[in-house]
């Protein structure tokens, strides 16, 4: 019975230090709220009203106008950056978020996508989880520390971006980089990317975003000369496009491990409870029928093992009585940082092996490093894990979608995808319908980051 009592007594004192003061998280769920329900969306909304709410709010908490930034490629698409002044020993640390989202649509969801809704234990809305929270945390975290007088020894930069969904000309990191890379410069950065997971309603891991794949989007073309419906021949554009499609359907590229994926696994052996733990035990060895079991487990290991391609649109034909003159797909490549582009294509080329097949890249493509495993950062991160919820380890990983991480890597600014927030490994709704956030996930990773921050930045 004493040990019962106890044990609650502890979970009651753990629950209380995981909670921000009622005020900070009243600020943070106005912050949020408001986010959620400006519409951001890549063609239908604008950043620029969510980096201008942000301004207001950090001009009311004292921020001076001379510490915030406002602007970007186009007046509807503005980023916001801001400083707080440390004491300048070392150089700043850059906390990022993004705040465009995926066009959602309300025919397709339970609830109006862009109303902030509280049901059952969760907060609904697009955004809630890719990626408002983390951009209401850090605003409402930085007027924190300054209510509360902290000095960091560093400046720390906070940057609210525009277009990580939709990307393109407008995408707000590339551009502040190129037009204002004093104002983010930094020694390093903390992002999106990372997420904690439970599994059976129980904490497992507080993953640390150190790497991610990064995209190729090839078009495969084939034209054709076309002709009557009635008079059809074995050269039809639909059928060579179908055929390379069936090919790559079927088709995965080699299992390997790189430093982080196997730091990743070998992580997960120590805390993984089902039969595969001893072959995640003895990744290092890498024999291609122990990464096909591993492989086999999930979809997300097995992209985690390979580069993936996939066809995600399709276009052909120009009339229902006549032979295509144009067959098209879109195939999506998520590629392991150290799979060159030119090896992805001339793969597909030997896959497909159709000189009618014209395989094109299009837009461009950011291939960025690996970020170093810092015992720094990733001690901090584990320790802050560890005074929230004992025993649950923080583990280094390569995300297999991605991020803005992407250009500050190859600018030179190692990023860590850290948050805090907790999801059911099972109900990650990022992009999806009825996207949502646990409610004590939100404001427990809004102490998560608190805590961390402080850490990283130093200072009293």
């Not at 329900?37 to 620029?48: D, M, W």
């Not at 609210?160 to 020694?187: C, F, Q, S």
């Not at 794949?213 to 002709?227: A, S």
Request: aromatic share 8%; proline share 5%.
């Amino acid at each position: 019975m004493l040990k019962l009592i106890f044990g609650l007594l502890l979970a009651a004192l753990l629950m209380g230090q995981a909670m921000p003061p009622t005020a900070d998280r009243q600020l943070a769920h106005d912050i949020y709220k408001e986010f959620i329900e400006i519409r951001s969306g890549y063609t239908t909304g604008a950043t620029t009203p969510v980096a201008e709410a942000a301004a207001a709010r950090l001009r009311a908490a004292g921020f001076a106008d001379a510490d915030i930034f406002i602007g970007g490629a186009t007046p509807k698409k503005a980023n916001l950056v801001v400083r707080y002044r440390g004491v300048g020993k070392a150089k700043p640390i850059l906390l990022l978020a993004h705040t465009d989202v995926v066009e959602a649509k309300r025919e397709d969801w339970t609830t109006d996508p862009f109303e902030f809704v509280e049901k059952d234990g969760y907060y609904y809305g697009r955004g809630t989880g890719d990626d408002k929270a983390q951009a209401a945390v850090w605003i409402a975290n930085l007027i924190r520390y300054k209510r509360e007088g902290f000095k960091p020894d560093r400046d720390i930069i906070v940057a609210l971006t525009a277009d990580e969904e939709g990307g393109g000309p407008y995408n707000g990191v590339e551009w502040l980089l190129k037009n204002h890379r004093d104002l983010i410069d930094a020694e390093y950065c903390l992002n999106e990317g990372g997420w904690g997971e439970t599994r059976g309603g129980k904490r497992f891991s507080n993953d640390i975003q150190v790497a991610e794949k990064y995209v190729i989007n090839f078009r495969l073309e084939v034209k054709n000369k076309g002709g009557h419906s009635s008079m059809p021949v074995p050269d039809n554009a639909i059928y060579h496009l179908a055929a390379a499609l069936d090919k790559l359907s079927r088709f995965g590229f080699p299992l390997k491990t790189n430093d982080v994926t196997r730091t990743y696994f070998e992580s997960l052996a120590k805390i993984e409870q089902s039969p595969i733990k001893d072959d995640l035990a003895k990744v290092s060895a890498g024999s291609p029928e122990l990464l096909e079991r591993i492989a086999a487990v999930s979809p997300g290991w097995n992209a985690t093992l390979r580069t993936t391609c996939v066809a995600t649109q399709i276009e052909g034909g120009h009339a229902r009585n006549a032979l295509p003159q144009l067959a098209a797909a879109n195939v999506n490549c998520r590629v392991l940082p150290e799979d060159t582009v030119s090896y992805v294509k001339e793969t597909l080329t030997k896959l497909i092996a159709d000189d009618q097949v014209a395989i094109l890249i299009e837009g461009e493509v950011n291939q960025g490093p690996a970020s170093p495993l810092r015992p720094d950062v990733l001690k901090a991160i584990n320790q802050v894990t560890d005074s929230l919820w004992p025993g649950v380890p923080a583990v280094p990983m390569m995300v297999m979608g991605a991020t803005d991480g992407a250009y500050l890597r190859v600018a030179g600014i190692p990023t860590y995808g850290v948050q805090g927030f907790f999801f059911g490994e099972d109900d990650m709704r990022f992009h999806g319908r009825d996207e949502r956030m646990p409610v004590k996930s939100f404001y427990e990773g809004q102490t998560f980051l608190y805590r961390l921050v402080k850490v990283l930045a130093g200072g009293e």
